[in-house]
Structure formats: structure tokens, C-alpha cells
């Protein structure tokens, strides 16, 4: 079982900046992959930012930027340029597949609210 817990969220200008924090925790949490989504209302839940492959979402390259901190099993999520558009509840993910045949575990956080305003 893997626990994680998002904080950093609020309500900035547009054109500001937030730092989102995902704190990590339970057995094996150093093997998983980790990644940032976001829901907008009315929207699908998107891919943000995953922790490896560089691929952030094209409406965010240059101005989001993920980076952990492993002796922490922290993972964050920096936002700089804020727009009215990015607002939504951000989610911390993490999944690991023991195998390829194997269940893939799969666990998300509560999510934290970004509200950007104009």
C-alpha cells in the first residue's frame, strides 16, 4: 500500500507561480513511477507531468517543471506563468508493475485545488 499526500495549492494571479508538493509513503514506494495529472471541471483527467520521460503535456512545457527529492520521497511539481486555463484539482500518481504479466498498482492522492484568476 502506497499513501500520498498533495499540498501546495491555492489561488494565485495569473502569471504567478505555485510549488505542488506529493509526499510519499508505504513499502516499495521508491520502485513506483510517479506523475502528475489534473482534472479542470467538465474536463478528463490529463497527464501532466511524468517524473521520467520529460513528456509534460504540451500546454505546459516551459513552465511547469517536475523534480523530486528522494531522500524525502517527495515529489514536486513547479508552476511558473500561471494561466486562468491551468486551473483544476492536480493529482499526484503512482503506479509499478511488478511484471509484465502482473496487476499494475495504481494509487492516487487527494488532489490539491490550483484556481488561477485573470
Known amino acids: 500500500q502506497v499513501q500520498l499526500v498533495e499540498s501546495g495549492g491555492g489561488l494565485v494571479q495569473a502569471g504567478g507561480s505555485l510549488r505542488l508538493s506529493c509526499a510519499a509513503s508505504?513499502?516499495?514506494?521508491?520502485?513506483?513511477?510517479m506523475a502528475w495529472y489534473r482534472q479542470a471541471p467538465g474536463k478528463q483527467r490529463e497527464l501532466v507531468a511524468p517524473i521520467n520521460s520529460g513528456g509534460n503535456a504540451d500546454s505546459v512545457k516551459g513552465r511547469f517543471a517536475i523534480f523530486t527529492d528522494n531522500a524525502k520521497n517527495t515529489m514536486y511539481l513547479q508552476m511558473n506563468n500561471l494561466k486562468p486555463e491551468d486551473t483544476a484539482i492536480y493529482y499526484c500518481?503512482?503506479?509499478?508493475?511488478?511484471?509484465?504479466?502482473?496487476?499494475?498498482?495504481?494509487?492516487w492522492g487527494q488532489g490539491t485545488q490550483v484556481t488561477v484568476s485573470s
Open positions: 508505504g513499502r516499495g514506494v521508491s520502485r513506483y513511477a
Open positions: 500518481n503512482a503506479k509499478f508493475k511488478p511484471c509484465v504479466e502482473c496487476a499494475e498498482y495504481n494509487y
